[in-house]
């Protein structure tokens, strides 16, 4: 294990163990301005629950909201951000997420219709050095628990794009997943909000837990 993995691996510790006084992983959902719904739905206590019984991930059973600008952020060490509209960082809260995931967390953003356009300019933002890349369907957060040798799967049909996951990267370490296209969010809502056939739920359960997983392994495991 190189230095730097021992470095990640502290911090992911670090983390993980101030999430809660029992040890548990906490999640937390960023709270923007900008008027976008960064409330919608409730789509983190399904996934969680989820994960809980499919891996050995020890999740808080419920998620927490932080603002970019409360000190809390770095107790969590997964953030996700979601909505349909508008997204604005402030320069003081682009510098804080970009500080949060320099020292080791990770932000799931998933589009649920409307997001794109505003949320690749503040991102932009947070890492002007490099856009949204692509993922590779060989990119390692496709197997970390379960395989989808596809890549990212189509979970809610909005405009009739295939779904694609970007990614952000420091120093070669993903620390951002933007799922497009894909709307994995509407598969973890309880069953019966969006009319998603069982199996797009089931994949969209399955890759969230890839995503929880990966976030919390990589840079411990090669």
Do not use: C
């Not at 959902?29 to 919608?40: K, L, N």
């Amino acid at each position: 294990m190189t230095l730097l993995r021992l470095l990640l691996l502290s911090l992911i510790v670090a983390l993980a163990s101030a999430a809660s006084a029992q040890g548990e992983v906490q999640i937390a959902r960023v709270q923007y301005g900008g008027g976008g719904d960064w409330y919608s739905g409730d789509p983190l206590p399904t996934l969680i629950a989820y994960t809980r019984q499919h891996s050995l991930l020890d999740l808080a059973p419920e998620p927490i909201t932080v603002e970019l600008t409360s000190d809390r952020l770095f107790t969590v060490p997964i953030l996700y951000l979601n909505g349909h509209g508008n997204v604005v960082f402030t320069d003081a809260e682009a510098g804080r997420l970009r500080r949060y995931l320099e020292g080791g967390g990770f932000l799931i953003v998933n589009d649920d219709y409307g997001l794109d356009q505003a949320v690749r300019r503040e991102l932009a933002k947070v890492f002007p050095e490099q856009p949204l890349q692509p993922l590779p369907a060989s990119h390692p957060v496709y197997r970390a628990h379960y395989a989808f040798p596809d890549g990212l799967p189509k979970i809610h049909e909005h405009d009739g794009e295939p779904a694609v996951g970007y990614g952000l990267f420091h120093e070669g370490r993903l620390v951002v997943f933007y799922a497009h296209e894909s709307d994995l969010a509407d598969g973890w809502e309880p069953a019966g909000i969006h009319p998603d056939p069982p199996e797009a739920r089931e994949a969209a359960l399955r890759m969230g837990v890839n995503l929880l997983v990966y976030a919390m392994t990589q840079g411990i495991v090669p």
